[in-house]
């Protein structure tokens, strides 16, 4: 019998996990920045032109480097979502 891998492929996901977090700390620091200057230029906080463009990237990546795009699409609809949640949180803050 081999031995089970779980626990080393649990390691490795665990590394890229913390990776994402740091990642997505960084993301939210600069949509602070994006927020203070939307609330400041009056410029709306959701542009459909960007979240396309954002989605349409990161599928266009996905797939570049062999991995599901539709699956990726779905993940970042999210980090769009709360993203702009997080913006509309500051500006409301700041008003």
Do not use: H, W
Not at 15 to 35: E, G, K, Y
């Amino acid at each position: 019998m081999s031995a089970n891998p779980l626990p080393a492929f649990r390691k490795e996901i665990d590394a890229i996990d913390d990776q994402i977090v740091d990642l997505l700390s960084v993301r939210f620091a600069i949509a602070t920045n994006v927020a203070a200057y939307k609330a400041k230029s009056g410029v709306a906080v959701r542009l459909e032109d960007r979240i396309a463009q954002v989605l349409m990237r990161a599928g266009n990546r996905a797939t570049k480097n062999g991995a599901e795009a539709e699956a990726i699409r779905a993940i970042y609809k999210t980090i769009i979502e709360v993203t702009c949640t997080y913006e509309e949180a500051r500006i409301k803050d700041r008003v």
